[in-house]
């Protein structure tokens, strides 16, 4: 798959502590963030559909679409994507897009987008680490 990545997965891989679906969803996200957190300057195509990171999500079915409610998912990445100021089928880096998310972020929009997501619910992303990895990847 080549380098396709979801709106909304700017905020995940920030946040990523290398939990995860299953094992190998966690090796796939982990080798992901990894490689973006090490290189932040890599290009990446801005998509509203099924990326790297879904590669070995088990929510992804055999036609590539979410099956925890397909249209929910891309609605959810051409939100982040109008508010970040980005445009989808774009070419950014990683640095670009976390840069783009650092200067519009808020509270509000946090809450809005990732409010009722489990990863939230269960304590594993805050708003103020989301902010502190954005500003890590700027600088880096």
């Given at each position: 798959?080549?380098?396709?990545?979801?709106?909304?997965?700017?905020?995940?891989?920030?946040?990523?502590?290398?939990?995860?679906?299953?094992?190998?969803?966690?090796?796939?996200m982990t080798s992901v963030v990894n490689r973006l957190r090490d290189n932040p300057d890599e290009e990446l195509t801005l998509v509203a559909k099924p990326d790297l990171i879904c590669t070995n999500c088990p929510n992804q079915t055999k036609?590539?679409?979410?099956?925890?409610?397909?249209?929910?998912?891309?609605n959810k990445d051409r939100r982040v994507m109008k508010f970040f100021g980005l445009k989808e089928n774009q070419?950014?880096?990683?640095?670009?897009?976390?840069?783009?998310?650092?200067?519009?972020?808020?509270?509000?929009?946090?809450?809005?987008?990732?409010?009722?997501?489990?990863w939230r619910k269960r304590g594993l992303c805050k708003y103020e680490d989301l902010i502190a990895q954005l500003d890590h990847c700027i600088e880096k």
């Open positions: 798959m080549e380098n396709k990545f979801r709106a909304h997965h700017i905020i995940c891989t920030s946040l990523y502590e290398g939990k995860g679906y299953n094992n190998a969803f966690c090796e796939n036609s590539g679409k979410c099956s925890h409610n397909h249209n929910r998912v891309v070419i950014y880096t990683y640095r670009e897009m976390c840069r783009h998310a650092r200067e519009t972020m808020t509270t509000e929009f946090f809450m809005e987008n990732c409010g009722k997501c489990n």
